[in-house]
């Protein structure tokens, strides 16, 4: 955990496909917790990917993107909020306005919950927002549920970090992509994680869903 970029670039070795890749990644683990407040660890399912999209700023037409610099650092999403406060499902991006472009509308929308069922129709990336209740993931999600989080990608160009390591930083208007807002017109690689929890080894049986940080709505 006290690793530096310098320590980890220098490294000779590196458990990513990608052996270029010396990127130290962590996604928080989901729980499985039965009524008498006993807990197991949800299966995993393929491991965590980590994608760096390229993805331009619409509001820029030379489409540069800068790499993250030395040193940079930001977090997405809120580990304490437990309600999503926007129209579900999400309307057409085409259609947001207002309160629906607004960081904080954006930072929400930027986590996911796919319910994967291969036999059905997929849904797309950050789908919905919040984890479906129990008896939803044990009729509909047969593959599990794929966790999803996208990180903003427009910057100031100037701070390598902020006090909350956010201020920073901003989302594009369409979470993944879109225009930057004015004073963030540096675009970095659009970074997207995603893991997949087997959901389903639990289907039929009582009990709930929880995040490693105790959060059972993933919000």
Known sequence: MSATSQELTQSDCTSCEVTQDKSA???PTLHFMY????????PQVGGMLAYYLLYGDSNNANGKITAFPEGFQMISGDKRLRNFTWPVP????SEW?????SQLALEQKALGFNCLNYAGNA???LYRHFLPDKSYLDAN????????LMFPSCWNGKDLDSPDHRSHVAFPDQVMT?????????KLPSLFYETIWNTYAFAGVDGEFVLSNGDPTGM
């Open 97 to 101: 306005s207002g309160d629906q472009v």
């Open 25 to 27: 990644y962590w996604t």
């Open 178 to 186: 879109g225009g930057c807002p004015e004073g963030f017109s540096t």
């Open 123 to 125: 849904e797309a990336s």
């Open 90 to 93: 999400d309307p057409p991006k």
């Open 35 to 42: 009524p008498n407040g006993t807990s197991v660890l949800v």
């Open 141 to 148: 999600c047969l593959n599990g549920v794929r966790f999803e």
